[in-house]
């Protein structure tokens, strides 16, 4: 299937493919300095301190002033006395309703959400056998998943509380990835579809007098598709309050822009409490080009209605060096503030060089 097929099957229709006629062939504003780079760090707890410390420099003199740093606490409480002598903001990165691995919610097999063919994401990973996620409408789950986040404000030299996997299963990949699943995702598969567990279809009986597993397609219900995503930015909102309590700033990675995160996972993230948010606006997971990262960080930037600012996510494995300059003025034409590049692995040699004279140009 085409990648235009697939948009207006998901329902997107030809507006995506409007593209803003801006996207410029240089970074004429890169020197702006409102303009900030981040990057993703990784866990890798394999690497010393030395090389952490000679990465994080080369990176620091590259012009990233911005660490989204995952591994937990023990990677962040050995990375940030380096960043704070760089001169890098540090945010934590935390899965949020994605938990493999974790001994406390796999204690609980009644918290992960349920598919539309009954079965739990705790005995059946969809897609790869990482995925295993819990229900956001169970409030066991709600108060686990928040107090694990406020468990992170207390590292000292952290600025934010950085969520990611926020969201519920891919119902929908992105067209780019099918092939790599054998699948043809032009339709929500009952497998993927999350969640019908007993929680969620007694709270929407409740309120709208119906059970969605007596609809003959359950896909098809716009009220059932609301409340799950209302479901999600309901967490989210109670995360953001306690997070605050505790003097510290909430940020998300999120799909790429709010239109097309609800029809793949259920993310209204343009009506969450956030203070910055992260569009992994990957164009060649979608089967675009880079002139689609103008295009989706501006419908993100349209649909925010300046609640909060917006930095664009670039997606690195696959670009090419002299493409950096161009992904980043699409990111700037949108009306990004920012861009973060995932992720340190690939941000190194001839890209690390590119974006460096990207950075001084």
Known sequence: MKKREFLKNVGLGSAAFMLAPSLLTSCGTATEDDFKYWVWIDGNNEKTLANWKTELTGLREAGITGLIIGGGREMLE???????????????????MNRPGDTEAQAHPEWYAVSRNGESSFDINPYVGYYQWLCPSKPEVQEYVKNFMVSHCDIEGISTIHLDYV??????????LWATYDLVQDHEMPEYDFCYCENCQGNFEAEHGYRPDSV??????????????????????QISAAVHAKGKKISAAVFPYP??????????WNEWDLDIVFPMIYHNFYEEDIPWVEFATQQGINDLKGKFPLHTGLYLPEMKPEEIAQAIAASKAGGA???????NGSLKEERLKAFAAVKKY
């Open 259 to 268: 239109e097309l995160a609800r029809k793949l996972v259920r993310q209204s």
């Open 167 to 176: 969201r519920y299963c891919d119902v929908i990949l992105p067209s780019g």
């Open 337 to 343: 503030k920012g861009v973060a590049f995932y992720s």
């Open 216 to 237: 003959e397609d359950p896909s098809q219900d716009e009220k059932w598709r609301k409340y799950r995503w209302d479901s999600i930015t309901k967490l989210v909102n």
């Open 78 to 96: 050995k990375l940030i006395p380096i960043a704070q002598e760089l001169g890098q903001e540090v945010h934590a990165w935390l899965w949020t």
